[in-house]
């Protein structure tokens, strides 16, 4: 199986930062991508950003040119940076990880516990 670890949420001021991480332990072979979503009260899960292997990263048109992806593969880590928040930002805030583990003979998603995030004046 797959832990998956969050930190880094918080509350922030409009315009403020943060930077959230995502540490994945277990019985990793390998990880196809990591990723970042979000849930505001009411609303759906929704993916933020993702990054894979190769290095690709994808953001939802809300965070481009504000939020950052960006991975530790020796760690297995994942990052967030999440600059210039605003008011909508807030959300809790999920990684995902689709990786390949010893237990499982196929990929296979899954989900950390999620961090808080609020953007507040």
């Known amino acids: 199986q797959v832990q998956l670890v969050e930190s880094g949420g918080g509350l922030v001021h409009p315009g403020g930062s943060l930077r959230l991480s995502c540490a994945a332990s277990?019985?990793?072979?390998?990880?196809?991508?990591m990723a970042w979503y979000r849930q505001a009260p009411g609303n759906q899960r929704d993916l933020v950003a993702r990054i894979f292997s190769s290095g690709t990263t994808n953001y939802a048109d809300s965070v481009k040119g504000r939020f950052t992806i960006s991975r530790d593969t020796a760690k297995n880590t994942v990052y967030l940076q999440m600059n210039s928040l605003k008011l909508e930002d807030t959300a809790v805030y999920y990684c995902?990880?689709?990786?390949?583990?010893?237990?499982?003979?196929?990929?296979?998603?899954?989900w950390g516990p999620g961090t808080q995030v609020t953007v507040s004046s």
């Open positions: 277990g019985s990793i072979l390998s990880i196809n991508y």
């Open positions: 995902r990880v689709f990786a390949l583990t010893t237990t499982r003979g196929s990929e296979y998603t899954y």
